[in-house]
């Protein structure tokens, strides 16, 4: 398969995701979609209709995935001997690990992934939809819950306590090993309503279970927060879902208990805090005094932040509100770039 071959049936295959997972249409993949959120109540339907349409939008089309690739060499697409490349996906979000799978492909290397038990089958299931639309990629592929060998390189995505296992296991293999990482977003009390709106999706987006999830947010001091929390009530419906109530009962609970002081909407916790991750339920938050108190945290911080959301003319390369969960394709996890680690295997 050429270069042109590859982008081809990407391109089918993100028409065929909207396609199949209209609610109604009764096909294979919608009844997965259905069916995911038994082996992991994280992903509802509604997140992982989000995933989709952000990965066949932003990502699988042919003119978004030309632009990519005329980025690199061609040598980069085309390998005078292919690798086998391990892909230990995480769990956290719908389709996790599908941009790896992108590159690995495009690139003319071979995948193995190893799936999460928390992927509800959703990887799967796209593989199932590629290999129909160009069974060649049969010869590319191939998935694992276990066993791992006979492997060239690998890419891991884990946490902090699982990147250093994944360091010393795969210590003599050329390795993309991605850790833990947060999202925060700086305020500065000009914001509007429908920005404050569109900063809600970037924190509760995936119930704030993604890398790209905002975490903490810097405002000014003296902040006055009415105008946040009335936008947050565009999420308020999370309080019908048992898992995230629960996490968020507990926090409440735990909290009071250390009488720890907390802005309560009765669905999420605003909590102060200098830490930038925070637990399913609460949001951290901060006050600066200055814009340099601000650049001097994120400069600090620079190698736990997957994003910085705000106004880019304050921040450089801030991430506008609301655009946080739509990475586009040439946006890689943890700023490493995975075409150029492929080319040089």
């Not at 799978?101 to 071979?110: A, E, N, P, R, V």
Request: charged content about 25%; some cysteine.
């Amino acid at each position: 398969m050429n270069l042109h071959v590859r982008i081809d049936a990407f391109v089918k295959l993100g028409e065929r995701m909207l396609q199949d997972s209209k609610p109604g249409c009764g096909s294979k993949f919608e009844k997965v979609i259905q069916e995911a959120s038994i082996h992991n109540p994280w992903f509802t339907a509604e997140n992982i209709c989000y995933a989709i349409d952000a990965i066949a939008n932003q990502w699988l089309k042919e003119d978004y995935l030309k632009e990519f690739v005329s980025k690199y060499p061609k040598e980069c697409f085309t390998p005078i001997e292919k690798k086998k490349v391990v892909v230990i996906m995480a769990g956290n979000i719908p389709f996790a690990g599908f941009h790896d799978l992108l590159c690995i492909l495009l690139t003319g290397h071979l995948f193995f992934g190893k799936v999460s038990s928390k992927d509800g089958h959703l990887i799967a299931a796209v593989i199932e939809m590629l290999k129909e639309i160009n069974p060649d990629f049969d010869d590319y592929i191939e998935l694992a819950e276990v066993t791992l060998h006979g492997f060239d390189a690998v890419i891991a995505t884990g946490s902090d306590n699982s990147s250093r296992y994944f360091d010393y296991y795969f210590k003599s293999y050329p390795t993309i090993i991605r850790k833990h990482r947060n999202s925060i977003a700086v305020l500065t009390g000009d914001e509007t309503e429908e920005e404050l709106t569109r900063l809600s999706d970037d924190i509760f987006l995936y119930f704030g279970l993604g890398c790209r999830s905002v975490s903490m947010i810097l405002v000014p001091k003296g902040y006055d927060f009415v105008k946040l929390l009335k936008a947050f009530k565009a999420w308020q419906n999370l309080d019908t879902h048992n898992k995230y109530m629960n996490n968020y009962e507990f926090q409440k609970t735990m909290n009071m208990m250390n009488l720890i002081d907390l802005i309560d909407t009765d669905f999420m916790l605003l909590k102060q805090s200098d830490s930038i991750s925070s637990t399913v339920g609460v949001v951290h938050y901060q006050e600066y005094e200055s814009f340099n108190e601000v650049l001097s945290f994120i400069e600090k911080h620079k190698q736990e932040l997957q994003c910085v959301v705000g106004d880019s003319k304050n921040i450089p390369n801030a991430i506008p509100f609301g655009f946080s969960q739509n990475p586009k394709v040439d946006e890689f996890a943890d700023s490493i770039d995975t075409i150029e680690f492929l080319a040089k295997l």
